[in-house]
């Protein structure tokens, strides 16, 4: 007669044989899993033996025994879960110590330190008496901030709006509007930024790839200066034209518009242009350029649409920009007209593509995702704050004073004639 019988409830039966089914569990856990219902001796169980087990699903017999074992002795969740108690150290750190140094990565490096490391976290736990042990492991440290999603090694460059700004929102809200609008070919769409390229030549030429071998390329290079890319981009068509210049002031920008007004859109009695809030980025460009006859005529076919401050993410050219940056630019270019060719090459490419913008970040979307930016509305007052009734009555006394010397003097004057 067997020493341990296996006799599982209607639950437990249940969940493994809903485990089984689902196939995500460890193979371990699975295989336990059909152990259990193969020996359950209940009502309606198969009861087989270990040796009909140990054939059916490929196992030992001592696995067959261990599982039977752990189930009398210790219960159905150590049986089937295979809770070992080998192997049960403390944990280093607790989940108070794990809070605070969440608390300490999240706070500024200590002077003479950048940011924090790994071995600077584990000393500083050790030093505020956080940990019971002398010392704990860098790798203790790095697993409890992968568990939090904690890296103290990055940073990122973020564009960081102000809080509750009505001067953001509104400039924001003005570009959301703009997008939403259909394609009219009297009054097209255009996104309108730049951005600087530094020509950086080699020194030596590089090596080509080979077969097992990455192109190399030598870490001495020489400088040749910076040229500037202007983006003009028209969402609603798929078209861009970068332009390569040499500088960017205002006489760039203004030719850049005149270009857009007579060449690219001749016929639109209207062109909208969405664009930064970089110091070139106004009407001031033309009369600084143009005579004022020819600079009021291109000014009066624009019609300007600025991002807010801390919100450039939301003109479309900068996407282009981004793209272009990273498929065409993400290398070493010596000389300007080099520059100038490759990006010809790669706006073709995209155009003949219509490559555009999925924009769908709508005004809707910004009154709830940005919802913070948003000022408060102040509780309705009247124009001018009421004065105290103390105040008042003050004022009043004060008048019939004035009023009452005037008429003594008045009637002394009268008196003396």
Known sequence: MKKYIITLTDDERAQLEKAIAAGKAATRKLTRARILLKADSGLGGPAWTDDAIREALEVDLKTVANVRRAFVEEGFEVAWHSHSTRNHRQRKIDGACEAHLIALMCQPAPSGHERWTLRLLAERLVKLEQVDLDSVSHETVRKTLARNELKPWQKEEWCIPPEQSGEFVCHMEDILEVYTQPEDPDCPLVCIDEFSKQLVAETRVPLPAQPGQ????????????????????????????????????????????????????????????????????????????????????????????????????????????????RQCLDRRIGQGYVVEREVAAWAAERNAAHVSVDWRFTTADARVKLKRLYPVPQPDSPPSASLPRAATESALKTRCRVHKRIHHKAEQHSQGK
């Open 214 to 325: 990455p192109q190399r390329y030598d870490y001495e290079y020489r400088r040749e200066g910076v040229c500037n890319i202007f983006m003009t981009f028209v969402p609603l068509r798929g078209q861009r034209w970068p332009t390569v210049t040499a500088r960017r002031t205002y006489r760039d920008y203004a030719y850049l518009l005149q270009d857009l007004v007579d060449v690219r859109f001749p016929d639109a009695k209207r062109v909208k242009v969405v664009t930064d809030n970089l110091n070139i980025h106004s009407g001031a460009a033309l009369y600084e350029t143009f005579e004022p006859a020819e600079a009021k005529r291109i000014l009066d076919k624009l019609e300007f649409h600025t991002t807010p401050k801390h919100g450039s993410w939301l003109n479309m050219a900068e996407i282009e920009l981004s793209v272009l940056s």
